[in-house]
């Protein structure tokens, strides 16, 4: 399917997108009912920094009940009194870090009005107490949070306070990092556009609506990440019904709006976007967000592409409560903040109006402190987890990628003419995929074409490697595409793919350039399962090419420092050595139910001396098992990836000497094969450990550190490790060799080893 056919199954927008504020029908959730008389109001007042907004007209204000204002009023002062209980808990050390929402209310309690949970998705930021509340969450549970109890929905105490998440309804789990949830919510929209294309999806996938919507919430420092426009750019590009709120209070902790923003106005910066609604509004005026919130949602849900709301808030309490916003901000600065309160701009509204009286705002100010100091009552007597549950939910508690139920290795036959490492790569991205319709790859340069016009006219690339040749033929445009050339977004869109169920497998073009996605791989996907206390969960496979001997390759495609990603919980990573191994290992990959950081020697690809005849289409290989790959009574070898044919080699050498040197290939880097290393160490007594990473801080160093502290005693001699030299590798192929372990590297350690 060509990409402009599959722009078409979304549909158009209507009208103009430009940032005026044209008539809008009213969202369903919110319906008009007998309405309070309101006066026409003009431009609200601001600080004299703030530019211009844009306001609703009269006529298009919304029109609400008097119970409905009662119920926002009431919706605003709880969000705010929360904040103020729990900086009165903080400051009897009754919980340990707070962060407050003050000033956005009235923008987010009327997000929440147009929204429905457990219906759309929702990647909030952590000013978004109002919205969670408005959604559903309540008191208890958010002070539950702030606690640290056991019973958090969010985290299960394992957050801090403010780090939203609610399975039920559809907030999906919020880390502290600025603006990482933007690329996810995303994905999450895209997982929605998949599901239209693929057919097949709707019975795998539950939880999908047709008209579904995805909120995410931003405040105005968060417009200078990179992954900010990477995030819109994508959503714009494919259309996609992602509501974002920019709650746009002036101030990234101490540094305001116009050192952050060129210009400080985000809205002009991004209007040159296509397929983007823009609006703007007084997020401190509930009416006036409701009406634009209704609009941004309406544009949303009738599939007319992404919609952009900027916001202009306060924020009256500083940034936390480790912060003292004093330190930065002058008082006449503040109190011109305080004018525009939300809280006090609503209340005033509804007694000059006689919607209620002062008694009965006490009243209802009165009923809601009671609820508070019940909830906080409650949550203070709710336990905390218990020690022994540090370590749960690290991996999948359901499917355990190192059990038998992976392992099919022993009795296999193999048929068919023997193939490299990427023909069996091929071969199982090919069967998976017949197999699992959730099943997407995507990834810069993956597709065969494109422009699919030209398919029949081109052989297609199919990777820069070729590992993913014609799946794009045989699968179609909307399961094989290519991205844009930007690594955090093919991450982070893949993390809200496969937080809605899908099965993203991902190529990383150069495991040189897998570092701008670091973000989204070490605090977000590793993560996303231990911090929600396994309510939610990312599983997907980051397929890499890496390493050297090359002969050309140089600094920027030689890499492999392994070491980085094995010191992370909860990502799994493989590193095979041959075609076999590489077909078994990647369908364990992505049958396992956790990350999975695939690696691929670029080295090995094609080389003739590790093809092999292919296996059945189900075969695989369990995490975590090592293979003996040659026997020996000497010395061992452990090691892995490109060091397992020059240690074979070495070891032949070694032989015709009389040394007996066994090899272990670990296969898998997290987890590995410890029993196999101990039983090869007992039974030789000598070690050697390779590694094709420098020698410093490498991989190698920590199964050389356990070894002699948990097998010293079976030690004959000093466990020896050979590595690169600590530097980068070269482009000049003399130079190359001599900083990459060659073959006669390992021979010299085995000689030294066994004189020893």
């Given at each position: ?10 549909k158009?927008?209507e009208?103009d997108?430009?940032e005026?504020?044209p008539?809008?029908?009213p969202?369903?959730a919110?319906p008009a009912v ?8 003009g431009k ?10 844009a ?5 298009e ?8 204002m009662l ?7 709880l969000?705010?009194?929360l904040d103020d ?5 903080k400051?009897q050390?009754?919980i340990f ?9 009235a ?22 107490r109002a919205?969670?509340l408005?959604l ?11 606690v ?7 985290s299960?105490?394992?957050q801090?306070?403010s780090?939203?998440?609610?399975k039920?309804?559809n907030?999906v789990s919020?880390?502290?990092p ?7 919510a995303v ?12 057919k097949?999806?709707?019975k ?6 047709n ?9 105005d ?8 426009w990477e995030?819109?750019?994508t959503a714009?590009?494919?259309r996609?019904?992602?509501v ?10 101490s540094v305001?709006?116009?050192?952050q ?5 985000i809205s002009?910066?991004?209007?040159g ?5 823009l609006?703007r ?12 919130m209704?609009?941004?949602?309406d544009n949303?849900?009738k599939n ?7 916001a202009?808030v306060i924020?009256?309490y500083?940034?936390s409560?480790?912060d ?11 109190a011109?903040?305080a ?6 701009r ?10 209620i009286?002062?008694?009965g705002l ?16 409650l949550?203070l007597?709710?336990p905390q987890?218990?020690p ?26 193999l ?8 023909d069996l ?8 995929m017949?197999?699992d319709?959730r099943?997407?790859v995507f ?9 699919e ?7 297609g ?5 070729m590992?993913?040749?014609?799946l ?5 445009s909307a399961?094989?595409?290519n991205t844009p050339?930007a690594?955090?977004n093919i ?5 809200g793919?496969?937080?809605?169920g ?12 897998i570092?701008?996605?670091m ?8 993560l ?12 997907l496979?980051m ?12 600094v920027?495609?030689?890499?492999s ?7 992370i919980p ?7 050595s ?7 290992l ?7 139910d956790d ?13 003739a001396?590790?093809k092999s ?10 995490f ?5 790959v040659r ?7 452990i ?7 020059r ?6 050498q070694?032989e ?14 997290s987890?590995?094969d ?17 590694h094709e990473?420098s020698?410093s801080?490498?991989?190698?160093a920590?199964?050389a550190?356990?070894?002699?502290s948990e097998l010293?005693e ?7 490790r ?6 980068f590798?070269?482009y000049?192929?003399?130079?190359e ?6 073959v006669?590297?390992?021979f010299?350690?085995i ?6």
């Open positions: 399917m060509s990409d402009t056919k599959v722009l078409r199954l979304v158009k927008s009208g997108q430009r005026s504020t008539a809008a029908k969202a369903a919110m007998t309405p309070v008389r309101l006066p026409a109001r609200p007042r601001h600080r004299k920094s703030a530019p211009p907004m306001v609703a007209k009269p006529r204000r919304p029109q609400l009940s008097r119970e409905e119920k926002i009023y009431r919706m605003m002062y969000s705010r009194k209980k729990e900086i009165q808990m400051g050390n009754r870090f707070q962060i407050s929402g003050a000033g956005h209310e923008i987010l309690v009327a997000a929440g009005m147009c929204l429905k949970p457990g219906y759309d998705w929702f990647y909030p930021y952590y000013r978004d919205l969670c408005q559903g969450m309540t008191p208890l549970e958010q002070l539950l949070q702030s640290g109890a056991e019973a958090d929905p969010a299960h105490g394992r801090m306070p780090h939203w998440g609610h039920k309804l907030i919020q880390s502290s600025t603006g990482t949830q933007l690329l996810q994905g999450c929209a895209e997982a929605g556009y998949r599901i239209k294309l693929i097949e999806l709707k795998h996938v539950r939880n999908f609506r008209d579904e919507v995805v909120y995410v919430s931003l405040g420092g968060t417009t200078s990440e990179g992954e900010f995030a819109l750019n714009c590009n494919l996609l019904p992602v974002f709120l920019c709650e746009d209070n002036g101030y990234a902790i305001p709006v116009e050192v923003t060129a210009g400080g106005d002009k910066l991004i209007r976007f296509p397929n983007l609604y609006q509004c007084d997020g401190t005026d509930v009416l006036e967000s409701l009406a634009v209704r609009r941004a949602v949303c849900r007319r592409g992404p919609s952009f709301v900027h202009k924020r009256p500083s940034h409560l480790s003292d916003e004093k330190l930065y901000r002058s008082a006449e600065e503040r011109a903040d004018e525009h309160d939300p809280l006090r609503f209340s005033s509204l509804l007694t000059s109006e006689g919607v009286d002062e008694a006490q009243q209802l100010q009165g009923e809601v402190d009671l609820e508070l100091n019940e909830a906080a009552d949550a007597a709710s987890p218990a022994e549950t540090a370590m749960n939910f690290i991996y999948s508690p359901d499917v355990d990628p190192t059990a038998k139920d992976f392992d099919n290795e022993d009795g296999i036959e048929s068919g003419k023997p193939g490299t490492t990427v790569l091929n071969r199982c991205l090919h069967t998976e017949k197999r319709p099943i997407i990834g810069e340069d993956i597709a065969d074409c494109s422009r016009e030209s398919l029949t006219k081109v052989k690339k199919g990777g820069v490697f590992v993913t040749a014609n794009q033929r045989e699968f179609g399961r094989v595409f050339l690594e955090a991450v982070g869109c893949a993390i793919l496969a937080t809605r899908l099965k993203p497998v991902v190529e990383i073009q150069f495991f040189d350039y570092w701008p996605a973000h989204q791989i070490r605090n977000e996907l590793a996303m399962r231990w911090r929600s206390g396994n309510e939610f969960s990312a599983p496979v397929r890499v090419p890496v390493g050297g001997y090359l002969k050309g390759g140089a920027y495609h030689s890499q420092a392994v070491s980085i990603f094995t010191q909860g990502l799994r990573v493989v590193y095979p041959n075609a076999l191994d590489a077909n078994g990647l369908r364990t990959s992505i049958r396992c990350p999975v950081l695939f690696l691929e020697h670029k080295h090995l690809y094609r080389q001396y590790n005849p292919y296996p059945p289409d189900d075969f695989m290989i369990p975590g098992k090592a293979k003996t026997e020996g009574s000497d010395l061992s070898i090691t892995y990836g490109a060091l397992v044919q240690s074979l080699v070495a070891a032949r070694a015709q000497q009389g040394i007996s040197v066994e090899v272990i290939d670990l296969r898998t880097m987890p590995y410890w029993n196999a290393i101990a039983e090869s160490v007992k039974k030789t007594s000598r070690v050697i450990v390779a990473d020698l801080w490498g991989y190698g920590e199964i550190a356990r070894i002699s010293f079976h030690l004959d001699a000093p466990v020896r050979v590595a690169a030299l600590d530097t590798v070269a000049a192929p003399q130079l060799d001599a900083i990459l372990p060659q006669a590297d390992v010299a350690a000689t030294e080893v066994h004189e020893y």
